[in-house]
């Protein structure tokens, strides 16, 4: 059994930042890509970030040059840093990623619990 555990978000007024961390534990063989998603009330789910296992990263067009995507692959874990943060990036966040894990090193997607982000204007 895999688990993704978030960590970091909270409030903060707008301009500010926050780093939302995810880490990664369980019986996993390797890690492929990871990413983050928000998703507001009334909203579609947005794909906010994702870095692939050699560290590629893609970003929504909202978040481009504001917000990076790291991950520390001897740890298992994902990082959000966000950056000049706007009301509009108000959300839960969620942490996702293509895990091999188990006796089988079958490949499963997870997901995080979930980590609220609030911005004030």
């Known amino acids: 059994q895999v688990q993704l555990v978030e960590s970091g978000g909270g409030s903060v007024q707008a301009g500010g930042s926050l780093r939302l961390s995810c880490a990664a534990s369980?019986?996993?063989?390797?890690?492929?890509?990871m990413g983050w998603i928000r998703q507001t009330p009334g909203k579609q789910r947005e794909l906010v970030a994702t870095?692939?296992?050699?560290?590629?990263?893609n970003y929504a067009d909202s978040v481009k040059g504001r917000f990076t995507i790291s991950r520390d692959n001897a740890k298992n874990t994902v990082y959000l840093q966000m950056n000049s943060l706007k009301p509009e990036d108000t959300a839960v966040y969620y942490c996702?990623?293509?895990?091999?894990?188990?006796?089988?090193?079958?490949?499963?997607?997870?997901w995080g619990q979930g980590t609220q982000v609030t911005v004030s204007s």
């Open positions: 369980g019986s996993i063989f390797s890690i492929n890509g």
């Open positions: 870095i692939s296992a050699s560290g590629s990263t």
């Open positions: 996702n990623a293509d895990v091999r894990a188990g006796e089988n090193r079958y490949l499963n997607n997870y």
